[in-house]
């Protein structure tokens, strides 16, 4: 199976066009998952500061209190037990008008808005 392997990949990097292709790709793709970090921007309109890229990601943890945290199954088995603990609960719990569960305005203020900070960093970089 190995030695399947190594031929096809062989055959395919065997002429140059094709390992400038892929080389080229690869760089493009880089610079591209790259340009999330580059292009993150805070600006503090209490101290009308400005910072982009990383030490603006340094930044947003440092001011809203996020930590890196390891994802390990014990650190998420522990958040679904809590999140499972709080919506069995039918007084934390509220319907919309399109059948879906929220927890009440108090205590999604209290437990989902601290950490929309993290989700922020998250998804912007």
């Known amino acids: 199976m190995f030695q399947l392997i190594k031929f096809e990949v062989f055959k395919i990097v065997k002429r140059k066009s094709n390992l ?6 690869l760089l493009v793709t880089l610079a591209l998952s ?8 805070d600006f503090d309109f209490a101290n009308r500061d400005f910072q982009q890229g990383t030490a603006a990601i340094a930044k947003v943890r ?10 390990s199954d014990a650190f998420i088995t522990e958040s679904i037990k809590a999140y499972q603990e709080v919506y069995s609960k ?14 009440v305005k108090e205590l999604a203020i209290k437990i989902e808005y601290p950490k ?3 989700y922020g960093l998250i998804v912007g970089g």
């Open 20 to 25: 400038i292709a892929i080389v080229a790709s």
């Open 34 to 41: 790259m340009m999330t970090v580059f292009t993150f921007c």
């Open 62 to 71: 440092k001011r809203e209190g996020v930590e890196p945290k390891v994802l």
């Open 90 to 103: 039918p007084e934390n719990v509220e319907i919309d008008k399109y059948g879906n569960q929220n927890l």
């Open 116 to 118: 929309i900070a993290l």
